[in-house]
């Protein structure tokens, strides 16, 4: 055998072993959680997972991992969104009100006219004016939910960003960049009735900068949520 593919099979070797030797990120985490539930250990669970969940189970085996998928850090883009339609409802309520002024006006003027043809131009006004509220307290209270679903959102972001970064409160969080991690990892469940179940864990890493300060932080493996898989 001459040295070029003894070479060759040195760094396969070498390869192969490095490989075995990497760290997964996934059982490790998923190792430490089964323990703690095993424990009844709820305070080390909270830890690790944002909503723990506690599974009856007898033994745990990893049968599927998802492939890692890898974002950009989208928490400033929903805070400003948050931002715009915050100034959109305060301009939108300004708007509702002077709709309900010119609505009530008009329904003062109606039971204050006195002649027939007075009475019927007051009706058309009233008419118009109601469409015109209705229409507008739709409008006002759909950009209310919306804007009530963006804030809820970016405050979910932001809830999972400081649980994965572990830095405790991080007031300027939301001006950050870098990238998000996900991955899902199914895992059977033998309980203890002898019955097994499927569950999918959903993983997410933080990696992220705080560009004014020039700070980096690296978040580590946290579980989002657990659900039975049917």
């Known amino acids: 055998m001459n040295r070029k593919v003894l070479s060759i099979i040195g760094v ?13 990120p996934e059982k490790n985490l998923l190792k430490r959680y089964f323990d703690a539930v095993s424990l009844k250990d709820t305070t080390t669970m909270s830890t690790m997972a944002l909503e723990p969940v506690s599974i009856d ?28 339609l915050k100034k959109q409802v305060e301009e939108s309520v300004g708007i509702t009100l002077d709709a309900r002024d010119a609505l009530d006006e008009a329904k003062f003027e109606l039971e204050n006219a006195r002649t027939r043809s007075a009475r019927r131009a007051a009706r058309k006004k009233v008419e118009e004016m109601q469409k015109k509220y209705d229409e507008q307290y739709e409008k006002h209270k759909n950009l209310q939910k919306e804007y009530n679903e963006a804030k809820a959102a970016a405050a979910r972001e932001e809830e999972i960003a400081t649980f994965s970064l572990g830095a405790g409160e991080l007031p300027t969080i939301r001006t950050f960049t870098g990238e998000v991690r996900f991955k899902t990892v199914d895992v059977a469940v033998k309980q203890k009735d002898g019955e097994t179940k499927t569950y999918r864990f959903h993983l997410r890493k933080y990696d992220l900068t705080d560009e004014s300060l020039g700070r980096h932080y690296r978040g580590r493996w946290i579980i989002v949520k657990i659900e039975e898989v049917k």
């Not at 192969?16 to 997964?24: D, T």
């Not at 745990?60 to 991992?65: G, K, L, M, R, Y």
């Open 12 to 24: 396969l070797i070498l390869f192969l072993g490095f490989q075995s030797c990497v760290s997964k």
């Open 57 to 84: 189970f007898d033994s745990w085996e990893i049968v599927a991992i998802g492939e890692e998928v890898v974002e950009p850090f989208k928490l400033p883009e929903m805070d400003k969104k948050e931002q715009e």
